[in-house]
């Protein structure tokens, strides 16, 4: 049978890039095998599970491109289904009521704490009489939870994890409102999904060993474990807001590629080799459980960024440039340099990203510097000229300007070999270095001071525009 597996995140807001990389590992497992990722929103916190919150892991696992099979299963239209199972471990003899108020329970933590022992519930109600329980108390099922031995999860990546009977008490499964605790809807779910891989965070495990308990109960087949190691900071503490960016979808807004994230994302607790960047593909082909190691890893900001321009260097340049064309108008949203500007895109801001595209994105390390880097293109209006530019455009440098710009004008074959061939001879009759003409021609052509070559840049431009540009700013 091939694999099913899925992700199951709660609903907290933005998906975490930490819940992605758990999604990830289990959609690379899918298809490395053949299998299938299904996905469950556990929104029985009905107070978080917020539509916006439900609505984000969507919009993160969309993203990323982890595509799941079929709907999601909402966890929390499943609570018929649940009771119905702990109705059955009732009749079963594998369940109780167990009729304590909070008093009780209370007493019982007390008196656990003033022994030195740990506080667990003992079981009073395991073979009690219903007939005494107090009035008014509306009992809890709790499962009948072996009292010897010990609960083993072969586990695929902490390996054989043994938890002792005395360590594990009789859970509740269904609360004194009926609703199903979270233990016991997991199980259920997983079971009736026909889950058979469990691939999530290590911060789950002791969540498995009392999940098997409720599977042997049952007589369910009991899926296999693989419990990931947690995700640190570059400083190996826990990962948190102060080392960067948590939620998937700011990373898309600071201009990070989905298939960037994907190869970083794979890397943490999985390796092949010493191997740094890998494709989607090949991550598929390679992708096992046998390579995930137990040893926490630490989230590389700068290794993320740099792969980052990796992916924007060798992504599909007509590809590149719609989705630069579609993120230049988010600007005065994204980078503050463009803050309270209206956007408005040139007529021929298309084909002149097109032509330029290969050049602007050696420079990028995100799509917001490669947008950033193609404003001058692709807007309409005048070029604003940013103070570096200005104080390149001294009166000597402008009235070089106006010396190239007959010459240019000149220039019949407006082509990046005929331009360069004619600076090159204005330059040398003025005993001038190339770079000299250079550097003010970009300042007026672009408005920055780093920009493609400038001829490539003229020729993007085209004559008229090539040449307003320079006139606009020679004297
Ligand atoms: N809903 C749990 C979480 O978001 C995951 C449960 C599971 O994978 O079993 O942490």
Redesign the pocket.
Known sequence: MAPIVRF???PTGDLHIG?ARTALFNWLYAKHTGGQFLLRI?DTDAERSTTAAIDAIYEGLRWLGLAWHGDAVLQSKRAPRHREVVEAMLAAGNAYRCYCSPADLEEMRAQQKAGGLPMRYDGRWRDRDPADAQAGVKPVIRLKAPRTGETLIADQVQGDVRFAAEQLDDMVLLRGDGSPTYMLA?VVDDHDMDITH?I??VD?LN?AARQMQIYLAMGWRVPVFAHIPLIHGPDGAKLSKRHGAQGVMEYEKLGYRPEAMRNYLAKLGWAHGDDEIFSTDQTIQWFDLPGIGRSAARFDYDKLRSLNGHYIQSADPAQLATEVLARVPRLPELDPAFAGQTIALHPQAAARIRTLIPDLAKRAKDMNELASNAAPFALAGPLPVDAKAEALLKPEARALLGRLVPVLSAVNDWSVTALDAAVRTLAEAESLKLGDVAQPMRAALTGRTTSPGVFEVLVALGRNEGLARLRAQAR
């Open positions: 199951a995140p709660s819940s556990e997991v469990i999530r965070g789950h969540n």
